[in-house]
């Protein structure tokens, strides 16, 4: 896909330099001076590219986003589901398992982007003591509601390895330089005003660099996913009783 990527970029390079060295041979090309028309089409391409790619970017990040943590109130609502169902002697190891979510495995998930292998623990652990326990329709539905529990689980898991087209990145970074060199470029020289104004574009485009760049993963960054259905069930459970207190 990258390859596909760079010879597409490639090729739109060549054409375009070919259509300059086949249309640009006028007078004001030669003694290279620039219309009015010819910078304000050279300077709206070079900020409508950076705009494109951010917005693409921005925008499906936050669809990442809002999707891993639509998955975590999924997994919540299994667990209050599963914690209704289930029996004084199982209610604390569900309990157990929240906090192991919110206190070891979420930034487990933000800094190493893998699952904590004793929250993973902690979950068995309730379902093999729910198989320990007699037969009966109550046990066979706390086995369902676990059941529920970790496809939401995996689900969850899953939105870790969320990501946009990696070209994406580079490019991204290269029209937001193009539009800051395209000023002296186009004859801006140094002088207070105008490097006022272009300073203050470059505050504009570093801003958008480091929101995108700090944005591809819904666990970690500036903008992310936090705990919070999973602190909300633990305040379920206290309300249902049976050793759940949010304590």
Known sequence: MILGFLLFAGAGCLIAVLILAGFGRTERSRQGAFSGGALSFLGSASLSSFILIAAFLIAGSWANLNTARGHTFDESRALNAAYTDADATTR???KSYVESVIAGEWTTMSTRRAADP???EQLDVVRAHVQALPESAGRQQ??????GVYTAR???LADMSASLPAPLYPALICTGLLVLLYAPIAGLTFHLRESVALGLVGAVVGFGLYMVLHMTH???????VTPVAYEQSLVRFGQLGGGGGAG
Do not use: C
């Not at 706390?142 to 059941?147: F, K, Q, S, V």
């Not at 819904?218 to 992310?224: D, L, S």
């Open 218 to 224: 819904p666990f970690a960054g500036p903008v992310h």
């Open 118 to 120: 004793r929250t993973w």
């Open 92 to 94: 604390p190891l569900l």
């Open 154 to 156: 995996q689900i969850r």
């Open 142 to 147: 706390e086995l369902t509601d676990l059941a």
